[in-house]
């Protein structure tokens, strides 16, 4: 039986039951928090989770260990969020040699919060999604990004000093002239 435990984890009590509706549901649901996070746009997630839960279903009679779905969903969904991510950069640097887009509004939090990710590589913001949308370990999030631990506390601490440059520059009473 495949269930969703509190903390929104797949646990698995006989690996064989593991359904396509339960993996494409799961491989949904992670892959689009975390395409999120990286992308920052919500249809660009669904699109990517949409990708990840097809992907997920056709391979996931290849899964050795059934409870390591999330962890494999991760790194499907990483993978294809950074490409989608240098795709995006691309396109947007082909935009702005014809024009300056304007600037996006903040029209609510998830907006604002996203909006501090903007400028930072996709790879820390990869690691700043899985750490604190996903709340895995470094050790979790070095296997989805195919790094070291210690490569993710670099990009952790990072992205947090950039996001915290981001924040005082909001605040400072220069940015409101």
């Known amino acids: ?6 903390a929104g ?6 690996p064989e039951t593991l359904s396509d509706e339960h993996v494409a549901a799961r491989a949904l649901q992670v ?5 999120l996070g990286i992308l920052g746009e919500a249809e660009a997630a ?10 997920a279903v056709r391979r996931a009679g290849s899964l050795r260990d ?18 989608e991510a240098r795709r995006a950069g691309r396109r947007r640097a082909a935009e702005r040699a014809g ?21 930072l590589p996709p790879r820390q913001r990869a690691a700043l999604t ?14 989805a990004l ?19 440059a981001a924040i005082d520059e909001d605040r400072s009473p220069h940015a409101n002239r």
């Open 66 to 83: 059934p409870a390591a779905l999330d962890a494999w969903v991760h790194r499907i969904a990483v993978r294809a969020a950074l490409r």
């Open 46 to 55: 669904a699109d990517i989770a949409q990708d990840v839960a097809i992907t």
């Open 99 to 119: 024009h300056d887009p304007p600037l996006p509004g903040h029209e609510d939090d998830l907006s604002g919060s996203l909006a501090l990710l903007d400028g």
């Open 1 to 6: 039986m495949t269930t969703i435990d509190h």
């Open 31 to 35: 892959a689009r928090r975390t395409a």
């Open 146 to 164: 195919r790094c070291r631990p210690g490569t993710v506390r670099s990009l952790l601490s990072r992205g947090r000093d950039a996001v915290r």
């Open 9 to 14: 984890a797949l646990a698995v009590s006989h």
């Open 130 to 143: 899985l750490r604190y949308v996903h709340d895995l370990p470094d050790a979790a999030i070095a296997r």
